[in-house]
Nanobody, 125 residues
Framework: QVQLVESGGGLVQAGGSLRLSCVAS????????MGWFRQAPGKEREFVAA????????SYEDSVKGRFTISRDNAKNTVYLQMNSLKPEDTAVYYC??????????????????WGQGTQVTVSS
């Protein structure tokens, strides 16, 4: 199992930006599909964005398209989530997930076997 450590969460005003980072403890990071999910209070965990294991393709949940960008640095074993034009409804705990050769096109929670501990993002209005 891969150990994942997220960072970069915090409190930001609506319209602001944050960049989340997730470092993976694995030797073959490039072979892992990396995903970001989020869970708001009282709601189920939902997909946000994913980066395919060869790094060439990405997918996004509809509400974040054009505002969020997922990227990865295989040399640093790190995946990022750049979040711009944040809205109060983006408030949630954001989780990083990893799966070797995993599905990247709108994956489900069950498509990932490794998860980070989560980082809180709060957007004030």
């Amino acid at each position: 199992q891969v150990q994942l450590v997220e960072s970069g969460g915090g409190l930001v005003q609506a319209g602001g930006s944050l960049r989340l980072s997730c470092v993976a403890s694995v030797r073959t990071f490039g072979l892992y599909t990396m995903g970001w999910f989020r869970q708001a209070p009282g709601k189920e965990r939902e997909f946000v964005a994913a980066s395919r294991w060869n790094g060439g393709s990405t997918s996004y949940e509809d509400s974040v398209k054009g505002r969020f960008t997922i990227s990865r640095d295989n040399a640093k074993n790190t995946v990022y989530l750049q979040m711009n034009s944040l809205k109060p409804e983006d408030t949630a705990v954001y989780y990083c997930a990893a799966e070797q050769f995993g599905k990247f096109d709108r994956p489900k929670i069950s498509d990932f076997g490794s998860w980070g501990q989560g980082t809180q993002v709060t957007v004030s209005s």
